[in-house]
């Protein structure tokens, strides 16, 4: 992913100011601000949720994006989840949704409805969709939300096991949860990115 120069302001409210990033293959990397920071607008932008007014947002290859507020049918079942996301994505079977499915201990769930099912469980159907058509780019926004802390760990090993096979992990957070597993980390500030050490070997 490569981003030049993105602008966005709200009335003459400036939210981003210039904002340039590139992530290359297997890299793990961070965006943390505080509330208001712009965080989410950027997000938006990056996946193509939103127009900037000036700048642009390159891909070579295809991303995935998980929002912090879920967009979950209540009325369908997980695996009907997966299947029409598998229809929408082109995926021939539904192999890889339920490997991880499995990573996350989601796969005793596949025929409860959604409306049952508690947010950090629905954190985790939330994050299957968008992995399972194996992007070269995950885009996260506060992916942590309800999850347990051995789901937590799991995230992390998943992610771990993504930035291994060439794949590119973005987290947008209001903190730096576990910094130092990643490989970049940014502080969104006044509209702009500033780069913070972390200890990623």
Known sequence: MDVRDIHHAYGTRKVL????????????????????????T???????????????????????????????????????????????????????????????????????????????????????????HDPDLLLLDEPYQGFDWDTYQRFWDLADALRRRGRSVLIVSHLAYDAERLDELHHLDHGLLHPRTTAAP
Do not use: W
Request: charge should be positive; glycine fraction near 14%; charged fraction near 20%.
């Open 17 to 40: 100011c210039g904002i340039d990033l590139r992530l290359g293959s297997g890299t793990l990397a961070g965006i943390v601000g505080e509330n208001g920071a712009g965080k989410s």
């Open 42 to 132: 950027l997000l938006k932008i990056l996946a193509e949720e939103l127009q900037p007014q000036r700048g642009r947002v390159h891909y070579g290859g295809r991303f995935g994006y998980c929002p912090q507020h879920l967009v979950l049918n209540s009325a369908l079942t997980v695996r009907q989840h997966l299947e029409y996301f598998r229809v929408a994505y082109g995926c021939g079977t539904l192999d890889r949704a339920e490997k991880i499915m499995d990573v996350l201990k989601l796969s005793d769930y596949s025929d409860e409805r959604v409306s049952v099912l508690s947010g950090g469980t629905k954190q985790k159907l939330n994050l299957t969709l968008a992995l399972m």
